[in-house]
């Protein structure tokens, strides 16, 4: 399964190919657009596909006895207006806590921020594994995992070495 951003095709569709099958929403043509990715294995236990926005998308799966929630995220990013921002995290945050407490959750979004390679003040959600300065995205972030109750499991950096993913799960 993969969170896929900047999708490129405009709508709200499915696409299947060599047995994967994509979920996507993008509604304006050169921007946003997110996308849930799952191989053969995992497709059939697909029960429902929540298109929120052009920024966020769940799927939820029912794999043996459990169900399981995917949230697809991608923040807006620095240079965008505040108000945008904030809607965003407050959709997500509804998105998240309309989540039933015995549902298993995973994140895995583009947050367009950096959380930094130092915990400080935010021991209970980062490890201390990331790398950098943290940033105003990387503090929404953190806030964010510290209020949702949830910790951040692991982090990629692009391959042009701009854009961090991070991946969210509910802590132990």
Known sequence: MA???????????????????????????GKNGVGILVDKDLRESMVEVRR???????????????????????????GLDEEVKRCF??????VVWGILPMEK????????GHIGSSADGYAEVHGGFSFGVRNRGGMSLLDFA?????VIVNSILSEEGGAFGYILEYGS
């Not at 998308?57 to 929630?69: A, C």
């Not at 959750?105 to 367009?112: V, Y």
């Not at 510290?146 to 949830?150: A, F, G, P, Q």
Request: charged share 25%; glycine share 8%; hydrophobic share 40%.
């Open 146 to 150: 510290r209020t949702s109750e949830l």
């Open 3 to 29: 969170c896929v951003h900047d999708i490129r095709w405009v709508r709200s569709k499915a696409r299947n190919d060599n047995g994967y099958k994509l979920w996507y929403f993008r509604g304006v043509k």
């Open 105 to 112: 959750l995973f994140i895995g979004g583009d947050f367009n």
């Open 89 to 94: 995290w407050e959709v997500l945050d509804e």
């Open 52 to 78: 929120v926005s052009d920024r966020l998308m769940e799927i939820k799966l029912v794999v043996g006895g459990s169900t399981l929630n995917v949230i697809s995220p991608y923040a807006p990013q620095a």
